[in-house]
């Protein structure tokens, strides 16, 4: 019974180690082909509408609400202790620091990420991948690269426009409905939130965040079993391990880049 | 066999991890020729147009194609043997992203530097070729099956390929479309002076349009012939395929042990 | 969808991403305010910093005039060595006082600047050598407690 429950334990180990160096593999191999990505920009030109500007619309509304919530709940907070005009440093601080990168990416991987995906598991299972090999083609440059540059440049860009929009929110609810007094709320925004320090690693953030999970979205697509239930399983991995290793990330990168404080 | 041979697949064994698929097969394809290859499900087909493109490596004996053993090709070598290659997957595998014009177009985009006007022209011509020039705008899932698998024959041979492998290229096609693809895949070999490869087991559209035929049973040759001798074969193997019998040297019956052992019946009950 | 179409919609994606970033630099952080190419440092020791931060606001009567650049304890005169990074819009004379100041009651603390009325001014790399440190709450408070119990102390010994 030990015994089966070690060979069990070891069995999964090793399964997890060898899948994590096929993945780096299979993320240097993305690098390695990257030249078509940029040398034939409208190939991944495509692939930013695709995970782009067809998340606008999720990110923008969320975004919005997130910053409204912020703005009210800040509110009730900051009444306690006198200090409401903190509204804006702290709605706009927690955006840019933390909730903008993190959920705009959280997003990004559920809306865009298992589309990717499902499409290439499904290009996977439909033999296409095997078509364009055949077809002397490396698919590695001709697909994968240009989707995973195509969610490395959208993912911070799609942050910033979270935060600003969660920012616009803060200032609907707070200033206009709630009263607050709309020069301290922008003064003390600019006072607490730094470009460098803040905004700058924001973006870094996403930036981070935007590589972990286009590469973990295009490896599950690309290894997903060319079956239904291999392809759908595939996106729920997606979802879930980009999801964590978001959160697992954020900790890190937050833990480097605002210690000592 | 007088022709000078394209093809030539020489005591190739070929297993996956341990469970053997071929062993050791001898085949010829002659240049210009049509050919087929035949035999039940699972029996190591596909896996033969994989070796012949290079995508599996055997484990024994070699495939020569146009006189280059194909594993011993670099990456750079075996993609450039590719280009003049084309193969025509079981459900066509057109890209579902693009429409019919530039899955015909792909390849000539990929690998030439050819001006728009003349890959406008090309792709005319070739998707007239399958009768489907009017087509060109849809996009894959607007077509039926056997559309779908007709434009994939165009973008098959969209670089003039000096062998093309059609794996199942009859699979689920109504018998009008099956005969349109046989009629096909005959007169674009004949039309490019192309050798040509059909994997497949539908036994009475492939007698009527190849030239020769290889049987392959249990990972081994187990008989070769013109159509016309196979047809009056009276080998137990190919008289059961081809006359689709239900017994025979293929088993119906998966081995499974004694039946009345399985449904518990005991002697003297 | 058209090639056209698609490279409009991706134009439009990443010029208003582009120009959230802008507005964040511009509208929501300080780059508009406060640029550390056109800025000078000053020194100061503090015996006691309290919760000052790097980062940490320099204000003079209000203004945001600067930013806390590099906080480190002198080793010969155990005393917090603050830098500050200042801009250079700004000038202050010699004698300027720098106070450790908290904003509100549990605020973030910052350094005030009060200017004092010497002719010369500070230079780069100078030293600011008016200063007062932090005003440690737990240290208030026990000065507070044992205050009140000397003022108990002495009420016990009055007569009655």
């Known amino acids: ?261 | 066999m007088s022709s000078q041979a394209l093809v030539e697949i020489r005591d190739v064994n070929f297993a996956y991890d341990s469970r053997p698929i071929l062993k050791g097969v001898n085949l010829t394809f002659p240049k210009g020729k049509v050919i087929a290859v035949m035999g039940g499900s699972g029996c190591g087909k596909t896996t033969l147009l994989q070796l012949i493109g290079g995508a599996l490596k055997p484990s024994g004996g070699y495939v020569k194609v146009d006189g280059q053993v194909i594993h011993e090709l670099d990456h750079k070598g075996l993609y450039h043997m590719r280009r003049r290659m084309g193969m025509l997957f079981q459900f066509g595998a057109l890209f579902t992203d693009m429409s019919v014009y530039d899955n015909v177009a792909f390849q000539m985009r990929e690998h030439t530097d050819l001006p728009e006007e003349i890959i406008r022209d090309l792709v005319l011509m070739k998707l007239h070729a399958v009768g489907l020039r009017g087509t060109h705008h849809l996009m894959p899932a607007e077509l039926s099956g056997g559309m779908a698998r007709r434009v994939a024959l165009a973008r098959t041979v969209a670089l003039d390929p000096m062998l093309v492998m059609y794996d199942e290229p009859f699979a689920g096609l109504d018998p009008i479309s099956l005969t349109v693809v046989g009629n096909l895949i005959r007169r674009l070999n004949d039309a490019l002076g192309a050798t040509s490869v059909v994997v497949t087991h539908d036994v009475q559209e492939s007698l009527k349009i190849v030239d020769y035929i290889y049987f392959i049973a249990d990972g081994v040759v187990v008989a070769e012939g013109t159509p016309a001798e196979i047809s009056t074969s009276d080998k137990p193997f190919v008289h059961q395929f081809v006359h689709g019998e239900m017994d025979g040297p293929v088993p119906f019956h998966y081995p499974g042990g004694d039946y009345g052992q399985d449904l518990n019946l005991r002697p003297g009950r | 969808m058209k090639r056209t179409t698609l490279d409009l919609w991706v134009g439009i994606f990443v010029v208003a991403g582009l120009g959230a970033l802008a507005v964040l630099a511009l509208k929501v952080g300080n780059l508009s305010t406060y640029n550390m190419s056109e800025s000078y440092q000053l020194q100061a020791h503090f015996s006691n910093i309290g919760g000052l931060k790097p980062q940490a606001s320099i204000k003079s009567s209000g203004v945001l005039v600067g930013r806390v650049a590099q906080i480190s304890l002198d080793p010969e005169r155990y005393e917090a060595k603050v830098t500050m990074t200042i801009d250079k819009r700004y000038q202050f004379p010699k004698d300027t006082f720098a106070n450790i100041l908290t904003s509100g009651l549990l605020g973030e603390q910052y350094i005030g600047l009060i200017p004092g009325g010497d002719e010369a001014f500070l230079k780069a790399g100078d030293e600011i050598k008016k200063t007062q440190s932090a005003v440690v709450l737990e240290d208030l408070i026990s000065r507070f407690l044992y205050s009140k119990a000397e003022d108990s102390k002495q009420v016990d010994k009055q007569p009655n």
């Open chain 1, 1 to 261: 019974m030990i015994v089966e429950n070690l060979r069990f334990l070891g069995h999964r180990i090793v399964n997890a180690v060898w899948r994590m160096g096929y993945a780096s593999r299979f993320f240097m191999l993305i690098l390695f082909y990257s030249g078509t990505s940029f040398r034939r920009f409208h190939l991944t030109i495509r692939e930013l509408f695709s995970s782009g500007v067809m998340s606008l619309i999720i990110i923008l509304v969320a975004g919005t609400f997130v910053g409204m919530v912020l703005g009210l709940q800040g509110y009730e907070t900051l009444k306690r202790y006198g200090s409401e005009s903190a509204l804006g440093s702290l709605v706009a601080l927690s955006l840019v620091r933390e909730l903008g990168p993190v959920l705009a990416a959280l997003l990004f991987a559920s809306r865009a990420g298992s589309a990717m995906t499902a499409e290439i598991g499904l290009m996977k299972a439909t033999e296409q991948i095997s078509a364009m090999e055949m077809m002397a083609i490396n698919p590695m440059a001709r697909v994968v690269a240009p989707r995973f540059w195509a969610g490395v440049i959208s993912m911070p860009l799609l942050s910033a426009l979270f935060s600003a929009m969660g920012v616009f929110g803060g200032y609907v609810v707070g200033v206009v409905l709630i009263g607050v007094d709309e020069g301290s709320f922008w003064s003390q925004m600019q006072a607490g939130v730094d470009f460098q320090h803040d905004i700058v690693n924001g973006m870094i953030k996403s930036f981070v965040f935007g590589v972990a999970v286009t590469a973990i979205a295009l490896f599950e697509g690309y290894d997903a079993p060319p079956t239904a239930e291999g392809v759908s399983g595939a996106t729920t991995r997606t979802v879930v391990e980009s999801s964590l290793t978001i959160l697992f990330l954020d900790f890190i990168l937050t833990a480097f880049m605002f210690q000592g404080e």
